[in-house]
């Protein structure tokens, strides 16, 4: 069985860099992705990154592309979301989940096992 767990959420100013993980323990299966999304205070979830597990291939959504970087180690059993010149809209909660997903679509429904989130305040 598949469990995540996110760490490293924080508060930050503006302008300033976070990095998030997520530890994977349990086997994920040919063409599974990891993605990473985001709830801000009040809003939907939303997809902002994702990485398949077999080559290693990211997807961003066009509100993080250029500043946050999904990236992972050598056993692949963490997954890192690099956030850099954060804005005072990413606060909110960051989630990791996995699914079957060979096209890193960002949609919620195709990932089928979630973190339990972890907390980022980006605060003047």
């Known amino acids: 069985q598949v469990q995540l767990v996110e760490s490293g959420g924080g508060s930050v100013h503006p302008g300033g860099s976070l990095r998030l993980s997520c530890s994977v323990s349990?086997?994920?299966?040919?063409?599974?992705?990891i993605g990473w999304f985001h709830q801000a205070p009040g809003e939907e979830r939303e997809g902002i990154a994702s990485?398949?597990?077999?080559?290693?291939?990211?997807y961003y959504s066009e509100a993080v592309e250029g500043r946050f970087f999904i990236a992972r180690d050598a056993a692949k059993s963490r997954v890192f979301l690099l956030m850099d010149d954060l804005r005072l809209e990413d606060t909110g909660l960051y989630y990791c989940?996995?699914?079957?997903?060979?096209?890193?679509?960002?949609?919620?429904?195709?990932?089928?096992?979630w973190g339990q989130g972890t907390q980022v305040t980006v605060t003047s």
């Open positions: 989940a996995t699914g079957y997903n060979p096209a890193l679509r960002l949609w919620e429904q195709v990932y089928d096992t």
């Open positions: 349990g086997k994920l299966g040919e063409h599974y992705a």
């Open positions: 990485m398949s597990h077999s080559d290693g291939t990211t």
